[in-house]
Nanobody, 116 residues
Framework: QVRLVESGGGLVQPGGSLRLSCAAS????????MMWHRQAPGKARELVAI????????IYGDSVKGRFIISRDNVKNMVYLQMNSLKPEDTAVYYC?????????WGQGTQVTVSS
């Protein structure tokens, strides 16, 4: 079955960096677009970044453009989110997501807290 496991979250000061990882299994990773979303307390889930399957072309949400970088390793079946210049408003649970067929699959999420 499809399984996504995020890691790498934690507490970081404003201006700092974190790298999130998502380990994927149960589907043909290299042929699927991968996504990162986030959800802050009391807010709707928000798309952070998308990376294409074949060309690995990234698309970013407006709030993270120029600060976050999404990447993938099709050998290790991993997707990453490098987060730089972090702000308090980046505080959220970050989720990895994939659409396989007609179904969406989510990881359990990893908490990122940006605070001094």
């Amino acid at each position: 079955q499809v399984r996504l496991v995020e890691s790498g979250g934690g507490l970081v000061q404003p201006g700092g960096s974190l790298r999130l990882s998502c380990a994927a299994s149960g589907f043909t990773f290299r042929t699927h677009m991968m996504m990162w979303h986030r959800q802050a307390p009391g807010k709707a889930r928000e798309l952070v970044a998308i990376i294409g399957s074949a060309d690995g072309r990234p698309i970013y949400g407006d709030s993270v453009k120029g600060r976050f970088i999404i990447s993938r390793d099709n050998v290790k079946n991993m997707v990453y989110l490098q987060m730089n210049s972090l702000k308090p408003e980046d505080t959220a649970v970050y989720y990895c997501k994939v659409k396989v067929g007609t179904s969406d699959y989510w990881g359990q999420g990893t908490q990122v807290t940006v605070s001094s």
